[in-house]
């Protein structure tokens, strides 16, 4: 088992950042990667980022490309998801997840296999 908390959501004006962290606990030694993503009211949950465990490749969604870095803290068991140049649409829950197996790209929700409970971000105009 996996446990993964995230924290650093919150309220912000179009062009500000925040630090999303995902903090995780358990079987840590066999994750592959961890991601994250996002669900807006009334949308499917979209893929937003992840990190390679084992190389620290890193994968992101085109409409994220160069506003959102992912990085990561072994030593903490942490991730992070720094968004800058925020925008209204980015409003979302944003998720953690974690990957137990090996894929090509890690940018579907099948290639996941723990939740965090997710953080609300919301982009105001």
């Known amino acids: 088992q996996v446990q993964l908390v995230e924290s650093g959501g919150g309220l912000v004006q179009a062009g500000g950042s925040l630090r999303l962290s995902c903090a995780a606990s358990?079987?840590?030694?066999?994750?592959?990667?961890m991601g994250w993503f996002r669900q807006a009211p009334g949308k499917e949950r979209e893929f937003v980022a992840a990190i390679n465990g084992l190389g620290g490749k890193r994968y992101y969604a085109d409409s994220m490309k160069g506003r959102f870095t992912i990085s990561r803290d072994g030593a903490k068991n942490t991730v992070y998801l720094q968004m800058n140049t925020l925008k209204p649409e980015d409003t979302a829950v944003y998720y953690c997840?974690?990957?137990?197996?090996?894929?090509?790209?890690?940018?579907?929700?099948?290639?996941?296999?723990?939740w965090g409970q997710g953080t609300q971000v919301t982009v105001s105009s």
């Open positions: 358990g079987r840590t030694f066999y994750i592959y990667a």
């Open positions: 997840a974690a990957s137990m197996k090996a894929s090509d790209t890690f940018v579907s929700v099948r290639d996941y296999d723990y």
